[in-house]
């Protein structure tokens, strides 16, 4: 896989757009927010303004995972649905292709992360400093080779799905920082998506859910 920041120029995929908030199918390989540098100014939030200026930021996904992401319309939604991420209100579901046969079909990690500060931006468990994490999982099929693997994160850490699965012994395939060998090259992504995603609409509070099928 290249480490150059050649991303993707499809257009926007808008799942559900409204007075309030911005749903969008985020490309693998875009980032999220500007990186360091006028190279990686190119983004998810730059491309949203260019059609929607008022757009604001809520949370984030990593450059190579795709899928469901919220944007808020108002200052009063970002508000309203930042806080309830910060709560852990918001439900979001996770697909992946993992290296390996996960056993058994369904489990939890509970592992702390902190951030690997002499590999950053990579993540690390430390059970000294770290800051809680957990994800559960559902295998939906497994062969010897891989694993399709459904995941909720109870919380948000930065890379959570990636340390986790990894910890398992069954890292993501196409993982650059995470996954090895074959398990790393014979991908032309990372196999994280980001499917499924439930919260309260911000002017209300009704319940609602998006959803974008996996691209792999």
């Known amino acids: 896989m290249s480490t150059e ?27 999220s927010v500007p990186g360091k540098g ?83 931006p990579k993540q690390m468990v430390c059970h000294e400093t770290g800051k809680a994490a957990q994800t559960d999982w559902r295998v939906m099929n497994a062969t010897d080779a891989e694993s399709r693997v459904r995941m909720f994160p109870k919380t948000g850490r930065s890379h959570q799905l990636r340390v986790h699965m990894l910890a398992l012994g069954h890292p993501i395939l196409g993982d650059p920082f995470y996954a090895e060998g074959p398990a790393r090259d014979d991908h032309a ?9 439930r919260l309260r609409h911000p002017d209300g509070g009704e319940g609602i859910r998006f959803r974008a099928k996996a691209p792999f």
């Open 189 to 197: 992504r990372l196999m994280l998506h980001s499917e499924e995603l």
């Open 38 to 120: 006028p190279h990686l100014a190119d983004c998810l939030i730059a491309r949203i303004q260019d059609v929607f200026p008022q757009a604001l930021l809520i949370h984030r996904l990593d450059r190579d995972t795709s899928g469901v992401m919220v944007f808020a319309l108002t200052p009063h939604a970002q508000r309203h649905i930042g806080l309830q991420f910060e709560k852990r209100q918001t439900k979001k579901t996770y697909v992946a292709r993992v290296a390996g046969r996960l056993e058994p079909k369904t489990g939890t990690v509970d592992l702390p992360l902190i951030v690997d500060w002499p590999n950053r």
């Open 5 to 31: 920041y050649t991303p993707p120029t499809d257009p926007l995929d808008i799942l559900h757009a409204d007075h309030e908030i911005l749903i969008v199918n985020k490309p693998s390989g875009l980032l």
